[in-house]
Nanobody, 123 residues
Framework: QVQLVESGGGLVSAGGSLRLSCAAS????????VAWFRQAPGKEHEFVAY????????RYSDFVKGRFTISRNNARNTVYLQMNSLKPEDTAVYYC????????????????WGQGTQVTVSS
């Protein structure tokens, strides 16, 4: 399995930006699809964005479309989530996850997860 470590979270004011990173171990990382999910207090994990192994057009949830951008650098075994125009409702723990097949939005279909990074957006 791939080992994942997220970083880049923090406290930011509404309208601000953060860039999250998901660093992976393993020589085959480039063959994995990667997704970002988030979990707010008292809520289930929800899909944020995914990117395929072949850098096909990424997919975003409706609530982040136009504000967040997912990208990957396979040479660095890293996937990024650039988050702009942050809102208080974006406050959550953000997780990256991988699967060896084509990306989908269902959390249960991802095999490896990081420990998460906290994002807090103040109003």
């Amino acid at each position: 399995q791939v080992q994942l470590v997220e970083s880049g979270g923090g406290l930011v004011s509404a309208g601000g930006s953060l860039r999250l990173s998901c660093a992976a171990s393993g020589r085959t990382f480039s063959t994995y699809s990667v997704a970002w999910f988030r979990q707010a207090p008292g809520k289930e994990h929800e899909f944020v964005a995914y990117i395929s192994s072949s850098d096909e057009v990424p997919r975003y949830s409706d609530f982040v479309k136009g504000r967040f951008t997912i990208s990957r650098n396979n040479a660095r075994n890293t996937v990024y989530l650039q988050m702009n125009s942050l809102k208080p409702e974006d406050t959550a723990v953000y997780y990256c996850a991988t699967r060896a097949r084509a990306p989908i939005t269902a959390t249960s279909s991802y095999d490896s997860w990081g420990q998460g990074t906290q994002v807090t957006v103040s109003s």
